[in-house]
C-alpha cells in the first residue's frame, strides 16, 4: 500500500488552546479513515491544516512527494485534495445544477494548474448530469440552494467536493444534522461515489455506528493529539479512547457546536 | 429550465433601433443615445455586483474614458471616433489592471469607499488642470469615422447614435455570453460564498480583477461614447454623485440580465427628463420615492417585472 | 414557447411604446402665437440664491413690462415688435451633459424660439456647440469666461455682457490708483475654473501694472468649503497688504463671516471681484473699505436712467428688494434681442428669419440699465461694456458704495483677435474701437 | 508666531467639527450596520432649523446669548422627529437587507430631504452670523481666534467623552456593544434590539442636527450643504474604522491635521487631502484604523 498523505509532527495552538499536539499519521491510498473525539479535539484543525485553511505552527503536511503545507486551499484542491463542511457552504442563490456546474466548470476550465484535468469525463453539462444521478440529486436539479432541506444541502456539500475530481477527500462531519435513519443512505451513496472514483478518505465522524460501519482505520483524538490510531474495533475498544472520547461523544449526540 | 431569449431581444431591439433612428425625432434620438452610454456603464457596474462588490467611484473610468478620448484631439490633433473608443478602453484597461492590484482584496463598503477615493483624486487632478479647462473641461468633436468625415454632415447625428446602439449591443452580447461561461458563473458563486469557490480550486481574487478591468473598460467606453455624443467632458464625471448614479440606476433596473442596465437608464434618463420640466423643485424626491418603492417591492430591480411575467407564462 | 418570448418583446415595446406616448403628448404643442423664449437659470443649488433667482424674477419682471408696453423708450412696444413673449424656464442645476439634453429639448420638444440663460462658465461652452448644431439663435446671459468666443466663433452664440478679464483688470486699476503703494498681495478663490481664472488674470495685471508687488500666497479651498479657519490663519499670517478674492455665494458670505471677527481685513485691502450681490446681506460682516466690483456698471453702480430706474423699479416690485448684477446681465440679454428683433423686422409684419436677427444683432449697439452695451468682439457676438469699482461704506446700517470709479471699455477689454491673458502681458494697451 | 502652532490650532478646530458631524454616522453604523448617507440631510434640517429658530430668537429682539439656547433646541426637535420618522417609517422594513441596498435606502431618503429642504426653506441662503462673533475672539501669538472655536472643541469632547462614558460603563450602553458584536447572541440575551435600534438611530440624527446646528453660525446656510457635508463625514468614518468611536475621532484629528498642513504648506493641494489620507490609510490597513475582526468561518 503506498501513503499518500503524511502529517509529520503538526503543532497548532490558539493562544492557550493547543490544537494538535504532534501529530504525525500515514494515510495509504483508497483507505477510508475515520476521525472521531470530542469537540475540540482538533479533528477540524486537522482537516484545515491539511487543507491549508490553517497554517501549522510547525510540522509538514506531504501530498504525494510534494510538500503542501505552504500552499492555499486552491492550490491544495488543484492537487486533488478536497474537503466538505460541517455547516454546508453552497452558493444559495444559484441552482443545485449551477453549483455543481461551477466546480466542474474550474476543472474544465482550469487547464495545466490542475493535476490531472483530463480525468473530467465527457462535457461538463454531461459530468454534471452524472453526478446529480449518482448523489441522486436530480430532483433538485433547478432549485437554489438556499431552500434545501439540510439533509439534501450536506449531500449537495459533498458532491460539489466530488464534482472537482479529488484524489482524497475529507468529509468534516458528513452526517451532522442529517435525521438518524437518512444517515446510512447518505453514507453509502457517499461511499458508492468514493469507490467509482478510488478516492481516499478521512472524515470527521461523531456516531461510531457509522465509524464502525464504513472506515478501515480510525484515529482517535483528544486535546489535540491522537491517542488511539488503527482498526475500528481496537480502537474503540481501547480504554482511553472509551474514556476520553466515545462516551464523551455518545452524550454529545449529534456534535452540533462551533468546531474548532 | 426556462429557454433563454436574451440575445433574440437583443438583436430585435438593435434592428429596431437602428431603423427606428431616423424616424425619431432629434431630441428622442438623443434621449436614447444618452442612455445607452450611461447604459453601458451600468452594465459594467452589473457585473461588479453579480460579482459582489459594489464601487462608489466608477465615475472614475467613466471620466478616464471621456478624457482618453477627448485628448486624443488636444495632444495630437486626432478625431476619429474609432480610436477615441479605442483609446478609452486602453487607458481604462491599464488603470483598472493596475488599481484593480490593490481593490481586489477590498470588500463591501471599503471596496465602495476605496474606489470613490480613486474617483475623487482623478477629480481634483483634473480640477487643477486649467490646460484641460480645469472644472469647465472642454469641447470634444469626433470629426470622422474610420477616416470619413461625418462632422457637420446631415446625418452626423445619426452616425453616432448608430455607433452607440452598436457598441452597446455587441458589449450587452459580450457580457451576455461571459457571464455564462465558466469564468463568467464564478461571479455569482464569489457573492455567494467566496470560501467555497477557493475550496473548489479558482481565485477568487483573480476573478473579482477580471470583472473589476472589464466593468471599467465598459464604463470607459460608456464615457468615449457620452463624450462623444455630448459633445463636451468636465470632470463632474469623476465625481462621486456620477459614481453614486450609476450604482443607483443598477439597483434600480436589477441585475437579473444584460438588458436591464440599458432599459433601467432609459427609463431614468426619460424620468430626470420630464421630471426637469415638469417638476423642476421635486424631481429628486421623485427619484428618491420609486427607489424606495422598487428596493420594498421590486427587491430584484425593475427587471423582475419581466422575470415575474415570465414565471406566470 | 416562443409566445413566452414575444411576450417579453411585447412587455418591452410596451414601456418604449408608453414612453413614445408621453414624448408625443409633451411635444403637441407647436404652434403657438407669442414668442417663445426658453430661460435656463440656477433653480437649486448654491447659484441659485446670489444668482438664479434674481436672474429668473428679473426675466419674468421684464417680460411682463414688455408685454405691457411699460418699459421706456426705444423698448416701449409690446413685447418684440407687437408679438408678446412667452417665458419658459429650465434649471440650469445638474451638469454640463444635462445642459446639453435639456437644451435640446427645449429647442426640439419645447419648440422656443429663442435661448437666453446660463450663469456657469461650463455650461456656456458646453451648449454653445449645440445651440450651433440646433441653429437657434441663444444669448449666454451672466457667464464670464473669455474662452467661448476666443477659442471658436458662433453664428448662432451671442453673449450680451463683458467677459470677466476687466474684472480683473479694472480691479486691479482701481486698487493701484487708491493704495500705489502696494508691497504684497494673496489670493483666496474657489478651486475651480472661476477662481483659479480670475485669480490668473489678477496676478497677470499685477505682474504688468506693479511687477515688484509680491505674492503671499494663493489660498484655493474646494468649491463649498464652507470651514475656512486655516485659510484665514495662513492669510493672517501673511501680513499681506491686499487680498484678492472672486468667493461667490454661500462661500464669500462663510468666508467673510470667519475672517471678520478674526480682524483679518484690519490687517489687508480686501478686493472683492463679485462682491457685489452681498452688500444688503452682509451688514455687520462686510467692513468698509472693500473694494467691491458688480462685474461691469451693474446694480449699485448702474447710473441714473430711464431704462435703470424701470428695471429697479419692476424689479423691486418682484422681489422687495433692488435688482443685483445677474438681474443686469439679464436685462441686457432681453433688450438686445429686442432691439436685434424688431431691427431685423423694420418696417416688416411677421416673424424675421434667425438669419436676420442674426445679422441685426452682430455690432449691434443698444442702451441697457447698466449703460450702452456693443456688441464688438467676436465677430458681432461678445458684447463689451464698460466696468465700474467702489468701495464699501456702511451708512445707518446700510452697506453702500462710495469713491465709485468708471472705466471705458478700452482700458479694461482686450480688442479683437487678442486673448485676454496675452493682452494684459503686453501691457494692456488700449485697442481701436 | 511659529506656523507650526498655527497648523495644530487650525488643524484641532477643523478636527473638532469633523468629529461633531461624524460621530453620529459611525454610533449608526456600529450598532445598526447602515452607513446612512441621510445624515448628510440631518446635518441640513438641524442648520436650517437652527438658523431659522435662532434668527427668529434674535429679530424678536430677545438677547442673542439666548440664540445658543434656539440652537440647540432646533437641533434636539430635529433629532426627535426626524431619527423616529425615518427609523419607524422605514429603515425597520430593511433590517437585514445587503449593506449596499441600506445605503442606496438612505440615500433614497437623502434625495428625499434634499426637495423637501428645498420646498421648506427656499434657495436662498440663510444667515445667522451673531453666535459666532458674540463669544468675543482670543489671541495666539498675532492670530485671533473666535471663542466660538473653543466651544466647537469643547462640544466635540463632551460629545466623543460622554457617548464613550455611555457605551462602556453603563447597562443600556453595554447592551449597544452587545448588539454591535453578535445580534442573535444580544436578542437572545433579552435584549430589546428594535428598542436599541430605535433609540440609537434617534440619538445618531440628533447627533447630525447638532452639527448642523453648531455650524450653521460659521456658514451660510443653503442649499447643497448636506451633500457637501456627507463625504467629509464618510471619508472620516472609514478612515477610522466603520463604528469605531475612538477611530472616528483619530481619523477626525488625522484629517484635520492633514488640511490644516495643506492649507498652511500646500494649498493646492487641500482639494485631495482627506481622499488622498482614505486612501493611504485604507492602503495601510485595509478596514481603517480601527477593525474589529472577523470570526473564523469554518
Partial sequence: MTVVLEAKGLNKSFGAVTAAADINVAVERDSVVGLIGSNGAGKTTFINMVT??????????????????????????????????????????????????????????????????????????????????????????????????EGVRKLLDIAMAMAVKPKILLLDEPTSGVSADEKFGLMDMVMQAVRAQQVTVLFVEHDMDIVNRYTHRVLAFYEGRIIADGEPGVVLDDPEVRKFVTGDARAGGGGKHAAH | MRRDYTLRILGVVLVALLAAGPLLPRWAMFLITVSLCYGTVVLGMML????????????????LGAYAAGTLDVLFGVSDIAVMLLAAILVTAVVSALLGLLLRKYRDIFFAMLSLAFSMILYGLLVKTSALGSSDGF????????????????????????????????????????????????????????????????????????????????????????????????????????????????????????????????????????????SPNTWQMALGTTMLLVIMFLPGGLWSLFTRMRKAA | MDWNFLRVLKAIAAVLAGTALTILCASAHAEDKPIRIGLVTFLSGPAAGPFGVPAKMAAEAIVDSLNAGKAPAPFNTKGFGGTPLELTIVDEAGGATKQVTELRNLVERQNVDFVIGYISSGDCLAVAPVAEELKTLTILFDCGTPRVFEEASYKYVFRTRSHATMDAVAGALYLLENRPAVKSFAGINQNYAWGQDSWADFTAVMAALKPEAAITTSQMPKFGAGQYGPEISALLQTNSDVIHSSLWGGD?????????????????????????????????????????????????????????????????????????????????????????????????????????????????????????????????????????????????????????????????????????????????????? | MNQLVAVLIDGLIYSSWLFIIAVGLTLIYGVMKILNIAHGSLY???????????????????????????????????????????????????????????????????????????????????????????????????????????????????????LAWVLTKTRRG?????????????????INVSLVYFMTFTVGAMLGAVGGALTAPMISVQPGIGAETIVLAFAVVVIGGLGSLPGAALAAVLVGLVRSAAVHYRPELDLFAIYFVMAVVLIMRPKGLFSVQEARKI
Wanted: hydrophobic share 45%; aromatic share 12%.
Fill in chain 1, 52 to 149: 491549508g485553511y490553517l497554517k501549522p505552527s510547525s510540522g509538514s503536511i506531504v501530498f504525494g512527494e510534494r510538500d503542501i503545507t505552504p500552499l492555499a486551499p486552491r492550490q491544495i484542491t488543484r492537487l486533488g485534495i478536497c474537503r466538505s463542511f460541517q455547516i454546508p457552504q453552497l452558493f444559495n442563490t444559484l441552482s443545485v445544477y449551477e453549483n455543481l456546474l461551477v466546480g466542474v466548470g474550474i476543472v474544465a476550465s482550469g487547464g495545466k494548474k490542475w493535476a490531472d484535468a483530463s480525468r473530467l469525463a465527457g462535457t461538463p453539462v454531461e459530468a454534471v448530469g452524472s453526478i446529480l444521478e449518482r448523489f441522486n440529486l436530480t430532483a433538485y436539479r433547478d432549485k437554489p440552494a438556499g431552500v434545501l432541506p
Fill in chain 3, 252 to 433: 464669500l458670505e462663510a468666508f467673510m463671516l470667519q475672517a471678520t471677527p478674526r480682524a483679518l481685513f484690519g490687517r489687508s485691502q480686501l478686493v472683492l471681484v463679485a462682491g457685489e450681490p452681498y452688500l444688503h446681506r452682509l451688514a455687520g460682516n462686510m467692513p468698509d473699505g472693500t473694494i467691491v466690483g458688480a462685474r461691469g456698471p451693474n446694480g449699485v453702480y448702474a447710473q441714473k436712467s430711464a431704462l435703470n430706474d424701470w428695471l429697479r423699479q419692476i424689479y423691486k416690485e418682484r422681489a422687495e428688494i433692488y435688482p443685483n448684477y445677474p438681474a443686469y446681465s439679464v436685462a441686457m440679454a432681453f433688450l438686445g434681442l429686442k432691439a436685434a428683433y424688431e431691427k431685423a423686422r423694420g418696417a416688416g409684419t411677421g416673424a424675421p428669419a434667425t438669419d436676420d436677427v442674426i445679422k441685426a444683432f452682430e455690432y449691434l449697439n443698444f442702451d441697457s440699465p447698466a449703460g450702452k452695451v456693443m456688441m464688438k468682439l467676436g465677430k458681432g457676438h461678445q458684447a463689451v461694456t464698460g466696468t465700474a469699482y467702489g468701495t464699501t461704506r456702511t451708512v445707518n446700517g446700510q452697506v453702500t458704495v462710495g469713491n465709485v470709479k468708471y472705466y471705458p471699455l478700452e482700458r479694461v477689454q482686450p480688442p479683437e483677435g487678442q486673448k485676454s491673458l496675452d493682452w494684459i502681458k503686453s501691457g494692456m494697451k488700449p485697442g481701436k474701437w
Fill in chain 4, 174 to 190: 453595554k447592551m449597544l456593544v452587545a448588539v454591535i458584536h453578535d445580534r442573535e447572541m444580544a436578542a437572545a440575551m433579552g
Fill in chain 2, 139 to 278: 469641447n470634444v468633436a469626433a470629426k470622422t469615422l474610420f477616416g470619413i468625415r461625418i462632422a457637420g454632415t446631415e446625418f452626423e447625428r445619426y452616425l453616432i447614435f448608430a455607433i452607440t446602439v452598436l457598441t452597446a449591443f455587441l458589449a450587452a452580447v459580450c457580457i451576455h455570453k461571459y457571464l455564462a461561461s465558466h469564468m463568467g458563473r464564478l461571479a455569482g458563486a464569489i457573492r455567494d460564498n467566496e470560501l467555497r469557490v477557493e475550496y473548489m480550486g479558482a481565485s477568487v481574487r483573480n476573478t473579482i480583477h477580471v470583472n473589476y478591468i472589464m466593468s471599467a473598460v465598459l464604463a470607459g467606453l460608456g464615457g468615449a461614447l457620452a463624450a462623444v455624443s455630448v459633445g463636451h467632458i468636465d470632470p463632474e464625471m469623476s465625481y462621486w454623485t456620477t459614481s453614486g448614479e450609476f450604482v443607483f440606476v443598477a439597483i434600480l433596473a436589477g441585475t437579473g440580465n444584460v438588458l436591464a442596465p440599458f432599459l433601467g437608464s432609459f427609463i431614468f434618463e426619460t424620468i430626470r427628463s420630464f421630471a426637469y420640466e415638469y
Fill in chain 4, 44 to 162: 441640513a434640517l438641524g442648520a436650517y432649523s437652527a438658523a431659522a429658530l435662532a434668527g427668529y430668537w434674535i429679530n424678536q429682539g430677545h438677547p442673542p446669548i439666548g440664540s445658543y439656547a434656539a440652537m440647540l433646541v432646533a437641533a434636539i426637535l430635529v433629532g426627535l422627529i426626524a431619527g423616529p420618522v425615518i427609523e419607524r417609517g422605514l429603515l425597520r422594513f430593511m433590517y437585514g437587507k445587503d449593506e449596499i441596498v441600506l445605503v442606496l435606502v438612505t440615500y433614497a431618503v437623502f434625495l428625499i430631504l434634499e426637495d423637501f429642504i428645498k420646498l421648506a426653506w427656499g434657495v436662498d441662503p440663510y444667515f445667522l452670523y451673531q453666535p459666532y462673533s458674540l463669544l468675543g475672539s482670543f489671541d495666539v501669538g498675532d492670530l485671533t481666534y473666535p471663542v466660538y472655536n473653543l466651544v466647537l472643541f469643547g462640544v466635540a469632547v463632551l460629545i466623543g467623552v460622554s
Fill in chain 2, 48 to 63: 461588479l455586483m453579480r460579482t459582489g462588490v459594489v464601487s462608489f467611484g466608477h465615475g472614475l473610468y467613466y471620466c
